[in-house]
């Protein structure tokens, strides 16, 4: 009894759902974590400024692994968590096994590139990360170039595509620095783990089948009906001969001679 061909297309569905389902999850627990974070800090009362990114001090150095992690306010946070939602959620599900490797990438080299480029000044929040997602996202749909990175390279520029002026100074007191920083590192992280997620399979579309069906059954009418071409004929074996030291001898079949009966005479001429 064979299996419905409906099997493997809910199997790819259902693992689909379970895909974007672990990587929306990923994203509301990083995205919570950060709130949490903001409450603490509000309840003990203790600023956390100063585990911000500080260019050109060696203490500022910590804020490479604290500063995504703190937000000087409410709003600041707000502005940040739906494009760390989004474009996390995104990047997870499309690119699962590069997405692994690119976002700690753009989360150390956004904080050393704010390092060594930033105002002096405590640079701090998440927002360099998410321009670095932002930038991974859409280059990855451009050097990809198949349907699926390219729907999601368009969503995440059709949301988020005026990070892409953030990365120069505008505002006083905003960090394009941190922008500037991740925004390379994600178009680096993309050019590097490009190739991490295998493509998917594409899709055939019902007159591409026919096609196909229609070349197959061509071809095995033309194998019932056209003779085999020179080279599928079978190449016969040949008779070699050789003599009694074992060289091979020209004759391939010899023949006796020809030999006169008895009784008549070898000068004799018959009638």
């Known amino acids: ?25 990923a994203s509301v627990i990083f995205t919570a974590g950060l709130w949490w974070i903001k409450i603490l800090e509000d309840a003990m009362g203790r600023p956390l400024s100063s ?4 260019p050109g001090q060696w203490i500022g150095l910590i804020g490479v692994v604290t500063a995504p992690l703190i937000h000087g306010s409410y709003s600041h946070l707000l502005a940040n968590s739906p494009p760390l939602l989004i474009l996390g959620t995104l990047s997870l599900y499309t690119y699962p096994k590069a997405s692994r490797r690119a976002i700690p990438m753009i989360w150390i080299l956004s904080g050393l590139g704010t390092w060594f480029i930033g105002r002096h000044s405590s640079h701090l929040g998440a927002s360099g990360l998410a321009h670095g997602l932002m930038f991974f996202v859409f280059v990855l749909g451009i050097l990809r170039w198949e349907p699926r990175s390219i729907a999601t390279a ?4 059709l949301l988020y595509g005026g990070m892409v002026m953030t990365i120069f100074p ?10 500037l920083a991740g925004a390379v590192a994600g178009v680096l992280a993309a050019v590097l783990w490009r190739r991490r997620d295998p493509l998917p399979a594409r899709k055939k579309y019902s007159w591409e089948l026919e096609e196909e069906l229609a070349e197959r059954a061509t071809q095995f009418e033309r194998s019932q009906f056209e003779p085999p071409r020179p080279e599928e004929v079978p190449v016969l074996g040949r008779w070699e001969s050789r003599d009694d030291r074992g060289e091979r001898d020209a004759t391939v079949l010899p023949f006796r001679p020809k030999t006169l009966d008895h009784d008549e005479d070898p000068g004799a001429t018959r009638h």
Do not use: Q, T
């Not at 368009?154 to 520029?157: T, W």
């Not at 505008?170 to 922008?179: C, K, L, P, W």
């Open 51 to 54: 585990l911000g990114v500080l």
């Open 170 to 179: 505008r505002e006083e007191g905003v960090s394009f620095e941190y922008h």
């Open 1 to 25: 009894m064979s299996a419905s061909p409906d099997i493997p297309n809910k199997f790819a569905r259902w693992r689909d759902v379970r895909a974007f389902r672990r990587a929306l999850l």
């Open 154 to 157: 368009l969503v995440a520029f």
